[in-house]
């Protein structure tokens, strides 16, 4: 026999707890070959009540791992710097500790990176989000005062290497500290055209979130926005299984477990096209972005067909048009209930 696919409706916030219970009591008693898959769709939002936002400023020559919009766990490896390599061959006569400071007007159109040696004595107190204005000053030595209104959006400790070349120019160089080799490259030493001055400087997640990336003239920015995972259907978990008399019972006498959903005793399986939407919301099937023509002639009460992403083969009812973000809401009926789902404008087409 084939396994099917059945609701199960529990307590809610309780999904996960029943599924390890179906899992340990399939296991006891034997029965793992008559259980499939047992899925608990959810879906990730921003937390608008998280104020704590990651960012991160890289050049626009650094290669970004991740896509706009893309939920990203601690520890992702998000963008990675390209190493620094050495234009001429030459002699190092100088390495210098320095602080990049960058600042971001708050219109966010124009930013300015400051350069300042460690010997400068940097003031202390300065960190990523504090507000400057003009005229304070960003090291005790004077002439390192800012001169713009903004707010400081990266701190990074560089290390200065100045190359006395073979043609007798120099060369300066701005290596991260982390990536920089001190013992390898001292005052004195000779470096060969082609030579790896910085190893690749990576970017990591400190924590998890979904991504969303700002490109600007001269930089890129990565920011994380804390998100909060909420289940699509609380209360509900879909259980792929041999369904006969036996594991009916098993599972309807498990803690926390009210019912299959069901019409006059008998669970209702789900339907082809109910299983994949299931499976591509859930990252079980991957599937193909199809796009339709782009019409703007909807209108609200309009039905449609859902042409691509998880609820392809769907028809439903559009609740809501927004042509600014090109996207409608659609109700439609699905596990046996009206649910309302966005869609882009070239996720649908009109029936005709």
């Not at 560089?158 to 073979?166: C, E, H, N, S």
């Amino acid at each position: 026999m084939r396994k099917k696919w059945y609701i199960l409706q529990t307590f809610s916030g309780m999904e996960y707890k029943v599924k390890e219970l179906i899992e340990e009591k399939a296991k006891l008693y034997e029965k793992e070959k008559m259980f499939g898959k047992i899925l608990i769709p959810e879906e990730s939002e921003i937390d608008l009540t998280n104020k704590r936002i990651e960012r991160m400023v890289v050049s626009e020559e650094a290669t970004v791992f991740v896509k706009n919009g893309e939920n990203v766990k601690k520890g992702d490896l998000l963008a990675e710097e390209p190493p620094i390599i050495v234009k001429n061959s030459g002699t190092i006569i100088e390495v210098k500790n320095f602080r990049k400071i960058i600042v971001e007007t708050k219109d966010k159109k124009f930013t300015k990176t400051f350069l300042i040696p460690e010997s400068a004595k940097i003031i202390g107190g300065l960190k990523v989000n504090s507000r400057i204005h003009v005229g304070i000053p960003l090291a005790r030595e004077e002439g390192y005062e800012a001169d713009l209104d903004g707010i400081i959006i990266s701190i990074d400790k560089l290390k200065r290497v100045t190359i006395q070349t073979d043609s007798n120019a120099k060369d300066v160089y701005f290596v991260f500290k982390d990536n920089f080799d001190s013992n390898a490259f001292r005052k004195g030493t000779y470096v060969e055209k082609g030579q790896i001055l910085g190893n690749k400087r990576q970017y990591k997640a400190k924590s998890s979130g979904k991504v969303e990336i700002r490109d600007f003239a001269s930089r890129k920015e990565i920011i994380i926005l804390k998100t909060r995972v909420s289940r699509l259907f609380p209360g509900y978990m879909f259980i792929e299984m041999i369904l006969n008399k036996e594991t009916q019972e098993m599972v309807k006498n498990i803690p926390y477990v009210i019912n299959f959903i069901n019409i006059g005793g008998t669970p209702v399986r789900l339907k082809t096209k109910e299983v994949k939407a299931l499976l591509r919301l859930t990252g079980e099937e991957n599937y193909e972005v199809k796009e339709s023509k782009l019409r703007v002639d909807y209108q609200v009460g309009e039905h449609v067909r859902i042409v691509s992403g998880p609820f392809e083969f769907f028809t439903g009812k559009i609740t809501h048009i927004d042509l600014h973000k090109q996207s409608v809401k659609v109700t439609i009926n699905m596990f046996g209930r009206e649910t309302e789902v966005e869609l882009g404008l070239t996720e649908i087409e009109k029936i005709d």
